[in-house]
C-alpha cells in the first residue's frame, strides 16, 4: 500500500533550506547601506559635468563656472536661465559686475534645479559626510575653465594637479575623482 505525499524528513530538509534563503535574502534587501553614498556620487557627477559642460560653451570673461561643497552640501551658486524680463538672473547674457559676482558665489544656491544640488539637510539626514581633495589640500568648490579642466574659479589657477577626490562619507566610502585634463568619474 503506497500513499502519495512527503515524508516528515523531507519536509523538514525543504523548511531549514526555505530559512537559510530567508535569512540570506532579508540581510541583502532590508538595509540601504551603501545604496544612498553610491546614489550621492552619481548626482555629484551629473553636477561636475553639467557645469563642466556650461563652462566650455559659455566662454566670457568673468564668470565662475563653479560646483561648491560644504561638509553636508553640494551645487552650483544661484543661476538661472536668460530671460528677457528677468534682468538681474546670473547668467543673463549682458550680465552686469554684480550678476558675474553672484556666480563666483562659495554657497550652494538655492534657485539652482535640485537635479543638480542637494536640499538643505538632505545628506546630514542620511549621514553622508563629504570632504573635497586636491593632493593634501581641503577644497570648497572646484570650477572648470573653457576648456573643461578643474581651476579655482576665484583665481582661475588650476587645481587638481595629480587627481582630486570628492568623498563620500556614510556607511561605506566612495568617491568621485576629477582628474587634471577634466574627467570626471566614480573612483575605483
Do not use: W
Amino acid at each position: 500500500m503506497k500513499t502519495a505525499g512527503f515524508t516528515l524528513l523531507e519536509l523538514i530538509i525543504v523548511i531549514i533550506v526555505l530559512g537559510v534563503l530567508a535569512v540570506s535574502a532579508v540581510s541583502r534587501f532590508a538595509g540601504k547601506d551603501g545604496v544612498v553614498e553610491y546614489t550621492v556620487q552619481a548626482r555629484i557627477i551629473a553636477s561636475l559635468r553639467n557645469m563642466q559642460t556650461r563652462a566650455m560653451q559659455d566662454t566670457r570673461p568673468g564668470y565662475c563656472f563653479q560646483v561648491n561643497f560644504t561638509a553636508t552640501d553640494f551645487g552650483p551658486p544661484d543661476f538661472t536661465h536668460t530671460s528677457a524680463t528677468q534682468a538681474d538672473l546670473a547668467y543673463a547674457l549682458n550680465g552686469d559686475v554684480g550678476q558675474m559676482a553672484r556666480t563666483c558665489s562659495t554657497l550652494v544656491g538655492t534657485l539652482t534645479p535640485e537635479y543638480l544640488r542637494s536640499s538643505s539637510g538632505e545628506l546630514s539626514s542620511e549621514g553622508i559626510q563629504l570632504s573635497v581633495l586636491d593632493d593634501a589640500t581641503s577644497l570648497e568648490h572646484i570650477g572648470f575653465d573653457s576648456f573643461g579642466r578643474p581651476v579655482n574659479p576665484i583665481s582661475p589657477k588650476p587645481v587638481c594637479g595629480s587627481t582630486c577626490r570628492v568623498q563620500i562619507s556614510g556607511a561605506i566610502t566612495t568617491e568621485v575623482c576629477i582628474e587634471a585634463e577634466g574627467y570626471i568619474h566614480a573612483c575605483q
